[in-house]
């Protein structure tokens, strides 16, 4: 038997060897997410791999990324991505990663343009983990370990990639988030590890890696960027409500005497809640942060009213209490929530014989009748106006003081609605100071609104033009340090996101920027001298979803602002 064995090794050892020698002179196939490339195979000193002179090589290092430069001396070639940093001496066994020694998977052989690697060092410089797959090889993105990065202020986990990708986010529960990474392996040690105080779970399926993000119970993930789909951000921010919405609760529980019979939650005033359904096990949570636990909490076990069972708990801190409800919901019951506009801090819910699961939204927030959050102050100005029309477009008949008047009208209706305060400059065609008055006196008075108000925020908004028409794009600009936060959480705003050029963040030192004493940015929302930007912004349905993606951005930068210190947006830090 044992000799058996051994011919069998050998034999297919010899079936192996006359392979690799027929595949010399040929070009190997490799894919990578889908595209596919092949190199020649370069055969010398006893080892084969890639020249990397070789277009499709080339071609393949361009897909990651990693860049590849050799030192001016010609004596070591450094590999720069966003997983690793490696540098490679010709010939050597050993090779530097991320600025330690150890031992290399394959070798660099040759210098400049001679210069060829064996395919399992270049792979590793790549941080592509190779798998055969018969005729080729498929090259899949590692995925690395999330790490902890402190953005101006904020901590975030990022989680770089090696290659562009699509990384999909889902929450799968009220406290974590999915991140799906099609095509790629884990590269870790382990499956489950702690960052920061965000739990993540890694496991693979078919070729995906699934990361979940699990915050503690008072913090909700989000994705605040994936930047150029070349890594992922995730911040998290409190989903808890400032200080000052802390509330008792004076009734809770299941109420059968009404004619409705439901869940309900009365506190001593208004508050927001969040829910989510999980579908495999039926159950759904409710979380109730601000409400103050009672002195008890109802408990069924047994089903009643569509419930299997139901309890309350609570699962915040003393300091920021958050009131749960789980009840897993009988078979065939669906729920909804009553609005009772009538009780101001009543939340009713109950389930429904004929409710479909399938139609509500898994995942959701709310709240209960006259609620108002408290948000800050923003002084929104118009840019020019009066005797100042800004730029103009003949062609198109728009004028800048038009728009700006306009678009902050539409986002003041927004933020009013989240329970902002707004001021504007103006909220009329007029100059802010007197008409004719020199641009020095005119953009004073904007800032005076601001400083002499206390706003928490100040936002200029304008119409760019250029006698190049075909400039286009939105750009942020700011100027102090304190104004660089809003305008990085601005950045995404608008541009692409909104089929416009995206010009990015700019340090400008507009007068505005400079004299006014709280975060502020000055917004270029468009190009008005560009043909196709100057039309969409004569266009009062487009000018509405600027000023809701204004509105959006302004939401998650002051949810920001308070996480960690739990501080309102007004007493946030300078
Ligand atoms: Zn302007």
């Known amino acids: 038997m044992r000799v058996f064995q051994v011919f069998l090794v050998i034999i ?58 050799w030192s001016s001396d010609g004596e070591t070639l450094y590999f720069s991505g966003s997983v690793r940093e490696s540098q490679w001496k010709p010939g050597s066994s050993q090779v530097r990663v991320d600025g330690s020694e150890q031992p290399a998977p394959g070798r660099l052989l040759g210098r400049g343009k001679e210069a060829w690697m064996e395919p399992e060092a270049l792979f590793f410089a790549l941080a592509l983990k190779p798998q055969n797959r018969g005729d080729r090889v498929v090259a899949m993105p590692e995925v690395p370990v999330p790490r902890l990065e402190v953005v101006a202020g904020r901590r975030e986990l990022r989680v770089p990639l090696a290659s562009a990708l699509r990384v999909q986010p889902t929450r799968l529960r009220l406290d974590t988030l999915r991140l799906r990474f099609p095509g790629c392996v884990w590269s870790g040690s382990q499956q489950t590890m702690l960052v920061d105080d965000v739990q993540v779970a890694i496991s693979e399926r078919e070729g995906t890696v699934l990361m979940d993000l699990r915050f ?84 069924s076990r047994a089903p009643q009213g569509g419930w299997d069972s139901f309890r309350f708990r609570p699962v915040g801190t003393p300091e920021q209490p958050i009131l749960r409800f789980e009840g897993d919901l009988a078979a065939g019951h669906g729920w909804q929530f009553v609005e009772e506009e009538s009780t101001p801090g009543l939340l009713f819910f109950r389930s429904t014989s004929t409710g479909q699961v399938g139609s509500l939204a898994q995942t959701g927030s709310a709240a209960t009748a006259g609620y108002v959050s408290s948000r800050g102050l923003i002084v929104l100005d118009p840019g020019h106006g ?55 006196v005119e953009l004073q008075a904007r800032c005076d609104v601001a400083n002499q108000s206390g706003a928490d925020y100040f936002i200029s908004l304008h119409c760019n033009a250029s006698v190049a028409s075909t400039r286009a794009g939105s750009s942020i600009h700011w100027f102090k340090q304190a104004d660089l936060e809003l305008a990085r959480s601005l950045e995404f705003a608008l541009g692409e996101s909104l089929g416009l050029g995206q010009g990015g963040l700019r340090r400008d030192g507009f007068y505005v920027l400079r004299h006014t004493d709280m975060p502020a940015v000055l917004v270029e929302m468009a190009f008005l001298s560009n043909p196709r930007e100057g039309s969409l912004l004569g266009n009062a349905g487009f000018r509405q979803r600027i000023a809701q993606s204004l509105a959006g951005a302004l939401q998650e930068y002051v949810s920001g602002c308070y996480a960690r210190g739990a501080e309102l947006p007004g007493n946030a830090p300078r």
């Not at 595209?35 to 020649?40: A, E, H, N």
């Not at 999980?278 to 009672?294: A, C, F, N």
């Open 386 to 440: 009066g005797g100042d029309p800004g730029c103009v477009n003949r062609s198109l008949g728009l004028l800048e003081k038009d728009i700006t008047l306009d678009v902050a009208l539409r986002l003041r209706d927004l933020l009013l609605e989240e329970g902002w305060t707004v001021l504007l400059t103006r909220e009329d065609d007029r100059d802010v100071s007197w008409r004719g008055s020199p641009d020095r």
């Open 12 to 69: 297919l050892l010899g079936v192996t060897l006359r392979a690799a020698s027929a595949a010399e002179t040929e070009a190997q196939v490799v894919e990578l997410l889908g595209q596919v490339y092949r190199p020649q195979v370069v055969n010398s000193e006893g080892r084969t791999g890639w020249s990397l002179a070789d277009p499709e090589v080339l071609r393949l290092v361009g897909q990651t990324t990693t860049r590849m430069s």
């Open 216 to 299: 503690p119970p008072n913090w909700q993930g989000e994705i605040r960027s994936g930047r150029g789909l070349t890594e992922v951000l995730v911040g998290w921010r409190s989903s808890f409500p400032p200080p000052s919405t802390i509330r008792e609760v004076t009734g809770l529980g299941f109420s059968p005497e009404t004619a409705a019979s439901g869940i309900r939650v009365q506190a001593e005033g208004p508050f927001e809640y969040h829910w989510n359904f999980d579908r495999s096990t039926r159950r759904l949570t409710v979380d109730m942060p601000g409400l103050r636990e009672p002195a008890s909490l109802p408990v």
